[in-house]
Each structure stands twice: as C-alpha cells, then as structure tokens.
C-alpha cells in the first residue's frame, strides 16, 4: 500500500468532495468551475515539524486557492505549505 507523507513544512489535507447538484433560485445549475473554492479541511499528514499547533486529526481553515491539488488512490488531497493554515476549527460548547 503506497501513502503520502509530506516534506519540507507542507501538510496534506484530505479534500471533501461536494457532490451535491448547485442551483441558482431560478433553477440554473451552477458548474463546478464556477462555485467557490472549499476553505476547509481535515489534516491527514503533517511532515516534521517543530511545535507544530496541528495533529492529524484536525479541520483547518487554509488560505484560499493555495497549494497543489493531488488525486491519489481515488481520494483528492491538498498539499499545503504550513504557513497556509491560518486556523484550526474547534468545537466549543454553547453557553
């Protein structure tokens, strides 16, 4: 089994793929080169970094339209420099 562990600072997110049909309110389909890029997603694999403030496991928030998209064993990743993260996503209880 082949996997992809990252190098230099960069981290691979595992991409979720929106399959859902989009429409506008008068019925037009929008294409998927016209909807926004995702911000989103779950960190798989972080290469070795020092102090590091993200564990596979966790949501980040990443700057938009950055890294290299990658298509590996049928799944779509992101592979991003670390500085591109610019939030982890926690859950925190109402008050």
């Known amino acids: 089994m082949k996997e992809l562990h990252p190098i230099n600072q960069n981290v691979l997110l595992?991409?979720?793929?929106d399959k859902a049909?989009?429409?506008?309110?008068?019925?037009?389909?929008?294409?998927?080169?016209a909807k926004e890029k995702q911000e989103?997603?779950?960190?798989?694999?972080?290469?070795?970094?020092?102090?590091?403030?993200?564990?596979?496991?966790?949501?980040v928030l990443y700057k938009p339209y950055s890294g290299t998209e990658i298509d590996f064993n049928g799944k779509k990743y992101l592979l991003i420099p670390?500085?591109?993260?610019?939030?982890?996503?926690?859950?925190?209880?109402?008050?």
């Open 21 to 33: 049909v989009q429409k506008t309110a008068s019925g037009i389909i929008i294409p998927d080169s």
């Open 40 to 59: 989103i997603a779950k960190v798989v694999a972080i290469s070795n970094i020092e102090k590091a403030e993200i564990v596979p496991g966790d949501e």
């Open 82 to 95: 670390y500085a591109e993260i610019l939030s982890k996503v926690v859950e925190t209880e109402s008050i």
């Open 14 to 17: 595992e991409l979720s793929e």
